[in-house]
């Protein structure tokens, strides 16, 4: 299968390797990000790419950061990530890189969920809570909660789990006035996202942010914005409570992955071709109906 999985750019020194995204320097103040077609799946790398994703994902990012840029600012410069290379590193970069703000960021994850599934479904099934936010009786699976609710998690480093902590884990990490502000403006965020995708018949069940601070102390929007990678994205006319619901996400690898038996711990089972092409082409629907 096609696919940058490692970015090796000669022109700048390379500072960081994410689970998709490599980072690079530019200076002080500003950095070149690359979205690779790396994918990750219950926190593990896996070794074969999604042909065309870290386009996909950077052009679908690239859209939320300017339809959201009135609710909170974001990390692009506005400069043009190909003015930032050399000629023979232009194959790396275009359609798939971006430069981003250099910024301090909030140590934790931002998830903002709207419809009960996954993880918080599980849960609810056995003790009526989403990290242990008690919700009310008698929710179906993929049900809609009467508000969309904040359920932060730590940010693990590459090959760790994330594990959610209560928002008073999050004060203890942060303080009162930052865990506040990142959780109103998360909440922002989905709700006016979620609006709009609804105009382009995609349900935003659930999604996370990622923010950092400038050098005024500013909260800012980075890393990536209500893409396939960091949402749940469902089609509404297929929804329906009661069943998990198809999706244009990277849900579609990790119910093949629960098929496996894997036990969720490195290397991942070899991804079949057929199901790498299959989620490419959700996530371009994801955008082509997004973008139209």
Known sequence: MSGLTQSNLQSLKKIYAGKVRDLYEIDDKRMLMIATDRLSAFDVILAEPIPDK????????????DKLKDVVPNHLTG???EDMVSAADLPQVEGRGVVAKRLTPVPVEAIVRGYLAGSGWKEYKQSGTVCGIQLPAGLQEASRLPEPIFTPSTKAAVGDHDENISFAQMVEKVGQELADKVR????MLYQTAAAFAATRGIIIADTKFEFGLD?????????EALTPDSSRFWPA??????SNPPSFDKQ??????ETTGWDKNPPAPELPQEVAVRTSEKYREALERLTR
């Open 215 to 223: 050098s005024d102390g500013t909260l800012v929007l980075m890393d």
């Open 237 to 242: 006319d297929s929804y329906a409570a009661g």
């Open 79 to 81: 400069d043009k990530a």
């Open 184 to 187: 109103d403006t998360a909440i």
């Open 252 to 257: 579609f690898v990790r119910d093949w992955l």
């Open 54 to 65: 870290g386009k996909i994902l950077t052009a679908i990012s690239n859209f939320w950061f």
